[in-house]
């Protein structure tokens, strides 16, 4: 049995992890964000540990204290937290994100884990136990792409492609092979309804990893809440990369998009 530190975001991705590491018979010890993390994640959970936004000088002390020597970084964080709550970190916080020249998630991210590992404490590929997840190639909805949204598809992940070298975003809204929305610090949903005001609806949504895509750091995800946000804006397709993004809630979402007549396509 292994013991691992699980830093938990928002959303039901870390509670998913720590129900499936359980089920390999391992033990998760869960640090959460006060406001942010799930309330639900205790009950899934050996022991859970909450702190405040910045509290990391706190967070490896328990970590220490836990004796663990490998954690999983999940679940949803806004990137705006960086921007307008930078007076709430700790000196260590403010020492770690001062040595870095941008405020871009890999950035950030890898100079945590390199002080972490200072420590002895190891990020791991939190993919090992969510394998399930990450759908195949394929349509999985009744209604399929028409031939001009397989267009769109095509030209959506080709830009994807391109923008993933500026670390912007993962997220692109295409319509009539003319991009109407990129992803930025705002995330996917935000993005989705951005691009309902724009294209008045009708625009297909892809989702993609980066070629060079670290899953320690950062895991792409679709939810259910994204396909609400899709629905409201008036989108007609989704599309995700096939075994390098995250499908979750995936039998609620696949009821909603047939009845919605939204096609969801695993590229």
Request: hydrophobic letters at 45%; charged letters at 30%; a neutral charge.
């Amino acid at each position: 049995m292994a013991k691992i530190g699980l830093v938990a975001g928002a959303g039901s991705l870390p509670i998913i992890f720590a129900d499936n590491a359980k089920k390999f018979g391992d033990a998760v010890i869960a640090f959460g964000l006060k406001g942010v993390s799930s309330d639900d994640l205790p009950d899934h959970v050996e022991k859970m540990h909450w702190l405040e936004w910045g509290d990391f000088q706190k967070g490896l002390f328990l970590l220490a204290a836990e004796r663990i020597r490998k954690i999983a970084l999940l679940g949803k964080l806004e990137k705006s937290l960086f921007f307008k709550n930078e007076s709430d970190l700790d000196a260590k916080s403010k020492e770690a994100i001062g040595r870095v020249k941008d405020k871009k998630d890999y950035s950030l991210l890898k100079k945590a884990s390199d002080i972490i590992a200072k420590f002895g404490v190891e990020v791991m590929d939190p993919t090992v136990y969510l394998g399930e997840l990450m759908p195949e190639k394929g349509v999985l909805t009744k209604s399929s792409p028409t031939d001009k949204e397989s267009m769109d598809i095509k030209y959506a992940s080709s830009v994807a492609r391109e923008l993933s070298k500026f670390d912007i975003g993962q997220t692109v809204v295409v319509k009539d092979n003319t991009v109407v929305a990129l992803e930025a610090v705002e995330g996917t949903d935000e993005t989705i309804k951005r691009a309902g005001t724009l294209a008045g609806g009708g625009f297909t949504v892809v989702k993609m990893a980066r070629p060079d895509q670290d899953m320690r750091f950062d895991v792409p995800l679709v939810g259910l809440d994204t396909l609400k946000s899709l629905i409201d804006a008036g989108g007609r397709v989704l599309a995700l990369e096939a075994k390098r993004t995250m499908l979750i809630d995936r039998k609620e979402i696949i009821e909603l998009a047939d009845e919605k007549n939204v096609a969801i396509v695993v590229i």
